[in-house]
């Protein structure tokens, strides 16, 4: 399964049929973008990692940058791998 990344914009309350109240989270999420795609021959195993969150240069590390640089992709504060099936179906 994929998932998203985001932030946690607040909390409120709808009101379902009954008139009961239900608390929910109010979301921000995206854009994520694919900065890697592992796949089983060269990492081991299958799976895409996701960046969100656009920072500045200085905010990361040499190593952080070379990474993402490797991609020609801008900063990211933020990530994260899923496990895929089909690694295939993903571009960076």
């Known amino acids: 399964s994929?998932?998203?990344l985001g932030n946690k914009i607040g909390?409120?309350?709808i009101f379902d049929e009954s008139?009961?109240?239900?608390p929910v989270t109010i979301?921000?999420?995206?854009p994520c973008v694919i900065t890697q795609?592992?796949?089983?021959l060269n990492?081991?195993?299958?799976a895409i990692q996701i960046g969100y969150g656009t920072v500045s240069n200085k905010s990361l590390t040499q190593p952080e940058?070379?990474?993402l640089q490797k991609s020609n992709i801008q900063p990211l504060k933020y990530?994260?791998?899923?496990?895929?099936?089909?690694?295939?179906e993903f571009k960076v």
Not at 19 to 22: L, Q, T
Not at 27 to 30: H, P
């Open 2 to 4: 994929l998932g998203l």
């Open 11 to 13: 909390m409120t309350q």
């Open 19 to 22: 008139g009961n109240i239900i």
């Open 27 to 30: 979301l921000k999420v995206g």
């Open 37 to 40: 795609v592992k796949t089983d």
């Open 43 to 46: 990492d081991g195993y299958n």
């Open 65 to 67: 940058l070379g990474h």
């Open 79 to 88: 990530l994260k791998e899923f496990r895929v099936n089909n690694p295939e």
